[in-house]
Structures are given as C-alpha cells and as structure tokens.
C-alpha cells in the first residue's frame, strides 16, 4: 500500500474499513507513511493520517466552494452541463481559458417557444405533447420528458442569471445534497439572456 488517503479520505469510512481489516485478521501496512497496524504506534500513526486526510478533503472543498460562490456572485458561469439554448465558447482572460455561455440559436427559439406554450396551456403535459408532435427533439435527438421541460421552466439560466448552491456537500460524507430554492446563490449573469426576467417569472 503507498499512502492511506488513496483508498479514502472520509474518516468515517477509514474506521469502518481498519474495524473489518481487525475482524479479518488482516493487518494494514503502509511502507512509504511508516504505518503497521500490529503495532500501537501503527495504529496511532494511522488514525493521525485518516483525520488529516478527513481535514484535506473538507479544506479542499470549501476552497472550491468559496470560489464557485465568488464566481456566481460575479454573474460567471461555473460550468458544469451547458444548458440547451446556449454553447459554452472558450475565450483568453489573462493568461488562462475561460468558458462562457453564448445562445445557440436553434436551441434558443426553441426555449422561447417552451416558456410561450407553457404560459399559453399553463401544463407540463400538455407543452411537452406539444413540443413532441411538433417533431422537436432534444439535444440528444430523442423526444422531450415533462422532466425536461420543467427544468428548463425553472431554470433563471434563460432569464440572463447564474445560480449557486442548488446541491450542498454534506460534512462528514461529502454527498451531495439538495438546498431549497431559497438558499441558492441568484445573480445576474454575463450571458445573454433567452428570456425576459418577466416572462421567466
């Protein structure tokens, strides 16, 4: 074994996986971080390492965290899926490449006509049947989901703003969990936007 947090960085799980190593009979050994886990020091010098990696991993993600949330306050786009309407297109800021959300011309009549129907049947099913027998596919070329067509409804992408905080990592398991709406991070963007702010409302 080469170092110890290449197999996890969640203490929880290092406690877990050195408890089954016990009850196994097997012993943990890490030549390059001087860890035997048959001796107390081993074990001492094990558990050390298991909170620092803990303590890296977290560190590591609130760094990224801070950074994305001083990005969306800036009106950027984190990247991440480009939403349909738009094309993400590399430009040089400084001395490195940054990706920025440009409309997709095709696409973005197409979500012009999502947010009219919806607005005009005031139903998900019936502007997805809608979209569908009009012979609209998506991105992918297959035919739309009401899923879909709610996400891009409730999306203030179109509207010309960026969001952050949707998801949230959890501390001690680092899963991603949903935050209310009224958590995220809401602000007008850089990008174009497809649709009015007061259509999208």
């Known amino acids: 074994m080469t170092a110890l947090d290449r197999i996890t960085r969640s203490l929880r799980d290092s406690i ?32 050390i390492l298991a909170v620092f990696a803990k303590f890296e991993r977290e560190a590591t993600a609130e760094r990224v965290a801070s950074n994305m949330h001083q990005r969306a306050t800036a009106g950027k786009w984190n990247g991440g899926i480009v939403p349909y309407g738009y094309k993400a297109v590399q430009r040089i800021s400084g001395d490195r490449k940054v990706s920025e959300l440009q409309p997709e011309p095709r696409e973005a009549e197409i979500v012009g ?50 969001w952050y905080g949707k998801r949230r990592a959890d501390a001690e398991t680092g899963k991603l969990k949903p935050v209310q709406v009224e958590g995220w991070k809401v602000t007008d963007g850089q990008h174009q936007a497809i649709i009015p702010k007061k259509l999208f409302r």
Do not use: C
């Open 113 to 162: 006509g999502i947010f009219e129907t919806f607005l005009e049947r005031r139903s998900l099913r019936k502007t997805t049947h809608i979209l569908n027998s009009s012979g609209l596919r998506t991105r992918k070329g297959v035919t739309w989901a009401a899923s879909s067509v709610h996400r891009i409804l409730s999306n203030p992408t179109y509207a010309g703003r960026v």
């Open 16 to 47: 877990k996986l050195m408890d089954f190593f016990s009850e196994t009979g097997v012993r943990f050994v890490s030549i390059t971080q001087n860890i035997d886990s048959s001796t107390a020091s081993g074990r001492l010098m094990r558990d």
